[in-house]
């Protein structure tokens, strides 16, 4: 299959997410995309700081029709937009606020897409939800790939609400799976539709590390809703020679990461002094992966993989939880004396491992970053953008209502 160095346009949903973010800036930095569509819900894991300097330079594009949003009422540019929507939620309203903002009709909406194709803007905005097939299929027209990254990514909120993760990681890859196809997408047509899956789809790696043919085995319900979209994705290769690729990355550290996993959770809750949660006795083991060699991975699948294939992304870098909280502690100069050791996450992965040899042998991509120093740099980066993280924790009330639900009594008792 020819390699295709350069797309034309990208949609990238779930772009003001972690590593959706990440992305975006990889590749218009390296010109694998010469234009990006974000397409994102902002539901409380989207960022708007994430898409600076982009998003400051754009009119932030949010439907009027579509099923994102049911009912728009402008009340002027002053006072707040009056939203009534069944599918998002309304969070996204204060992030939105210091940005400019233009409600479109969906033909608007299609018109702005023409013009972006010929105009010297690189990055264009809209606000909406990947379940919302109007709308997806007015954007699936003006571009040439797809990357999904939109999901519901936190596997201890799915235990708390997995209905979300069926919506978002399953419905919604169906609605672009089959916006792609309604528009004619083939193995000729020179598409290019990426799905984002996880390593977590393989279940826990007892012995050894899993590679692209050893069975899926998904255990709670983040890893269950990936493994179907994953599936649903190879499905539409094989029967509807949809041009696919699917990938598989492990654990992904770096900037930019929402404050409710791991690394953003243990380094600020160390600079604040406050108890730094393990679960169980935090042996649990994770390949770590820095976002720009994950970036890198998918930019390379997605210019070079052959369709239809599952590519793992990992750097190895096996390391227990417990090691990963002391090289931040260390790293802060705080005392291990915060960490607090709190009831296990029910049907926790012990471990996970897989392989990336497939990408390397096949396509030559390697990791350019040592765990050592990426997770330093990530640890100093989350020290000198404490406004980032700040604003977070500060506008979003459902962050507090999750950490109060899921470690109130994990951290009293
Ligand atoms: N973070 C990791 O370690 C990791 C590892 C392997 C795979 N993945 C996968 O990579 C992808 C990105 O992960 P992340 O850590 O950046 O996630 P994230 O939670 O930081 O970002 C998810 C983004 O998707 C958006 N979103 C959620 N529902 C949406 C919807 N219905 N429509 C449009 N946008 C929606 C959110 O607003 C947010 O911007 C996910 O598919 C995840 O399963 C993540």
């Known amino acids: 299959m020819e390699k295709k160095t350069h797309f034309n346009t990208v949609l990238v949903t779930g772009g003001a997410g972690f590593i959706g973010s990440n992305f975006v800036k990889h590749i218009l930095d390296t010109n694998v995309a010469k234009k990006v569509v974000v397409l994102d819900a902002f539901t409380y894991a989207g960022t708007p700081e994430?898409?600076?300097?982009?998003?400051?330079?754009?009119?932030?594009?949010?439907?009027?029709?579509?099923?994102?949003?049911?009912?728009?009422?402008?009340?002027?540019?002053?006072?707040?937009?009056?939203?009534?929507?069944?599918?998002?939620?309304?969070?996204?309203?204060?992030?939105?606020?210091?940005?400019?903002?233009?409600?479109?009709?969906?033909?608007?909406?299609?018109?702005?897409?023409?013009?972006?194709?010929?105009?010297?803007?690189?990055?264009?905005?809209?606000?909406?939800?990947?379940?919302?097939?109007?709308?997806?299929?007015?954007?699936?027209?003006?571009?040439?790939?797809?990357?999904?990254?939109?999901?519901?990514?936190?596997?201890?909120?799915?235990?708390?609400?997995?209905?979300?993760?069926?919506?978002?990681?399953?419905?919604?890859?169906?609605?672009?799976?089959?916006?792609?196809?309604?528009?004619?997408?083939?193995?000729?047509?020179?598409?290019?539709?990426?799905?984002?899956?996880?390593?977590?789809?393989?279940?826990?790696?007892?012995?050894?590390?899993?590679?692209?043919?050893?069975?899926?085995?998904?255990?709670?319900?983040?890893?269950?809703?990936?493994?179907?979209?994953?599936?649903?994705?190879?499905?539409?290769?094989?029967?509807?020679?949809?041009?696919?690729?699917?990938?598989?990355?492990?654990?992904?550290?770096?900037?930019?990461?929402?404050?409710?996993?791991?690394?953003?959770?243990?380094?600020?809750?160390?600079?604040?002094?406050?108890?730094l949660p393990i679960y169980g006795d935090g042996t649990q083991k994770r390949e770590w992966l820095f976002v720009k060699d994950c970036c890198s991975g998918v930019a390379t699948v997605l210019t070079s993989g052959r369709l239809g294939e599952v590519y793992n992304i990992t750097a190895g870098n096996e390391r227990e939880n417990r090691e990963v909280v002391h090289r931040i502690l260390k790293r802060l100069g705080k005392p291990e004396s915060l960490i607090r050791h709190v009831k296990d996450r029910p049907g926790h992965d012990i471990r996970y491992s897989i392989s990336a040899e497939k990408l390397r042998r096949e396509l030559g991509w390697q990791p350019q970053h040592s765990f050592e120093e990426a997770m330093d740099a990530t640890i100093d980066w989350y020290v000198e953008n404490k406004e980032w993280w700040q604003r977070i924790l500060e506008r979003d009330e459902e962050y507090r209502r999750f950490w109060e639900e899921w470690y109130g009594e994990r951290l009293a008792t």
């Open 50 to 275: 994430n898409l600076s300097p982009f998003i400051e330079k754009t009119e932030v594009l949010i439907t009027t029709q579509g099923e994102s949003f049911e009912k728009v009422e402008w009340k002027g540019d002053e006072e707040e937009i009056e939203l009534q929507s069944q599918k998002l939620p309304r969070q996204w309203i204060p992030k939105l606020k210091p940005y400019r903002r233009r409600l479109v009709s969906l033909s608007e909406l299609r018109e702005r897409l023409d013009s972006f194709s010929t105009a010297e803007e690189r990055f264009m905005l809209v606000v909406g939800s990947i379940t919302d097939a109007p709308l997806v299929e007015s954007l699936i027209g003006s571009v040439d790939a797809v990357v999904n990254f939109a999901a519901e990514t936190h596997v201890d909120r799915s235990i708390l609400n997995p209905g979300a993760f069926l919506t978002t990681d399953v419905v919604g890859t169906y609605t672009l799976l089959e916006a792609a196809r309604k528009a004619g997408w083939s193995k000729e047509s020179g598409h290019r539709f990426l799905h984002i899956s996880t390593d977590e789809v393989y279940g826990v790696a007892y012995h050894g590390s899993f590679t692209e043919e050893s069975p899926i085995s998904p255990r709670n319900p983040y890893s269950a809703a990936k493994a179907a979209a994953d599936r649903l994705t190879a499905s539409f290769f094989t029967t509807y020679g949809l041009p696919v690729l699917i990938v598989r990355p492990s654990n992904n550290f770096g900037p930019y990461q929402y404050p409710e996993k791991l690394v953003p959770v243990m380094v600020i809750n160390a600079l604040n002094n406050k108890p």
